[in-house]
């Protein structure tokens, strides 16, 4: 490994574990924050439906736990060798190693084949992208299961950049599992598969794929007793069974509409983020993993609990497009409009619930601007990969490599 991407995790390490030891309770504070953690990926709850687990209880009877019951199974381990206490040394640990794994996982893509023939940034700045990203950092102290996914997804797409085909294919139904709209990736991640190998091989690998997360769905039937926890979970986010304030923008409008009328907009809004796979897949056959990217980033402000964690794995990956960075022209606008939302988005939180001098319109209106300068970055990098296909590859201006 390279001594400067050596450096960078070391700090990533650092940064985290001195902040956990430092403020042992910061994990309960930004676990109550609704731009860090949402229903899906609270560790709060998930310990909630590990104690009803443990006492032979179905964690989906309470209707407090919606979570995948893979992620009940892990915890059991922790309870078996460790402590699940999230201030506990392997809680701690656990959670940092998978932020230094996403972290090295992204240099192996930007380093892959994919890229032979584009400029690219150096790896130690790939990895620090994600490792010293405030996101990413929040993301974990707060103990989020969305943590987990995001190393799982980020491990199936350098496996399959490396052309190992079956360890992605097993990495994707896991993270699918987990996190229902990675689903949407299976379209572009087939089309990657047989960009690396053939369709022989990528046929194969969706089998692999099908065929694992059956075995996790059987999985869950066995370890909680019943298929409730389909219901639970996946149909929890489906049919969009908590009002809880987040960044995204299903709350306010289902909270100021008439019952009679919250199942048609629930599956326009769901029709809403998938619409978007089959096409950008198809336009972008030449570019799988950029398709990839562009569906994160829309279903990180279009999914109906979307967090902080999902922005930074999509930025991240944005990154590894250096190449269109000549071609994007609202980077800075893009930038501002996030960070003033992300900035302001906790005030905002404040004043409606705690202080009770603003409404839910304060906080509503500050997750329109957050979703406006996402959107502005989707549109921008897609307008810009459509710009260097057109032009055959080349970029227009010539790039310098950062060192």
């Given at each position: 490994m390279d001594l400067k991407i050596f450096a960078v995790m070391v700090a990533g390490a650092a940064i985290r574990l001195s902040l956990s030891l430092l403020f042992p309770s910061l994990h309960a504070v930004l676990d109550q924050r609704v731009e860090i953690t949402t229903t899906m990926t609270s560790f709060k709850q998930l310990r909630e439906g590990f104690f009803l687990y443990n006492?032979?209880?179905?964690?989906?009877?309470?209707?407090?736990?919606?979570?995948?019951?893979?992620?009940?199974?892990?915890?059991?381990?922790?309870?078996?060798?460790?402590?699940?206490?999230p201030e506990s040394c392997s809680i701690m640990l656990f959670y940092c190693i998978l932020d230094l794994m996403a972290g090295y996982y992204l240099y192996k893509?930007?380093?892959?084949?994919?890229?032979?023939?584009?400029?690219?940034?150096?790896?130690?700045?790939?990895?620090?992208?994600?490792?010293?990203?405030?996101?990413v950092i929040v993301t974990g102290l707060a103990r989020s299961t969305a943590v987990?996914?995001?190393t799982i997804l980020l491990g199936a797409i350098a496996y399959a950049t490396t052309n190992t085909l079956l360890f992605s294919a097993i990495f994707l139904a896991l993270a699918s599992h987990i996190n229902f709209y990675m689903c949407y990736l299976v379209?572009?991640?087939?089309?990657?598969?047989?960009?690396?190998?053939?369709?022989?091989?990528?046929?194969?690998?969706l089998t692999?794929?099908?065929?694992?997360?059956?075995?996790?769905?059987?999985?869950?039937?066995?370890?909680?007793?019943?298929?409730?926890?389909?219901?639970?979970?996946?149909?929890?986010i489906l049919f969009f069974g908590d009002l809880v304030p987040n960044m995204g923008l299903w709350?306010?409008?289902?909270?100021?509409?008439?019952?009679?009328?919250r199942p048609l907009f629930t599956y326009v809004f769901q029709l809403y983020s998938l619409i978007y796979v089959l096409p950008i897949t198809i336009r972008l056959h030449k570019q799988p993993l950029f398709a990839m990217t562009t569906i994160l980033g829309i279903t990180a402000i279009s999914k109906p609990y979307p967090e902080m964690g999902d922005l930074a794995?999509?930025?991240?990956?944005?990154?590894?497009?250096?190449?269109?960075?000549p071609n994007i022209r609202y980077v800075l606008l893009s930038a501002f409009v996030?960070?003033?939302?992300?900035?302001?988005a906790p005030s905002f939180y404040h004043l409606w619930i705690y202080l009770g001098s603003g409404n839910a319109n304060f906080f509503y209106a500050i997750t329109l601007v957050y979703t406006v300068g996402v959107s502005i970055t989707i549109a921008d990098s897609l307008r810009a990969m459509l710009r260097v296909e057109f032009d055959g590859g080349e970029n227009p201006s010539k790039m310098v490599v950062l060192m």
């Open positions: 006492l032979g209880v179905s964690p989906y009877d309470g209707g407090v736990y919606h979570q995948a019951p893979a992620l009940l199974y892990i915890f059991e381990q922790f309870e078996k060798y460790g402590s699940t206490a893509i930007s380093k892959s084949s994919v890229f032979a023939k584009t400029t690219q940034l150096k790896g130690w700045i790939i990895t620090s992208i994600y490792v010293l990203n405030p996101l987990l996914s995001n379209p572009p991640m087939l089309v990657l598969w047989t960009t690396m190998s053939n369709k022989y091989f990528s046929t194969i690998a692999v794929y099908i065929a694992v997360f059956g075995m996790l769905a059987l999985g869950g039937y066995y370890m909680t007793g019943s298929w409730q926890y389909i219901q639970s979970s996946y149909g929890y709350w306010y409008f289902f909270m100021e509409m008439f019952d009679f009328f794995v999509y930025i991240s990956l944005l990154s590894v497009f250096y190449y269109l960075f996030v960070l003033h939302s992300l900035v302001l």
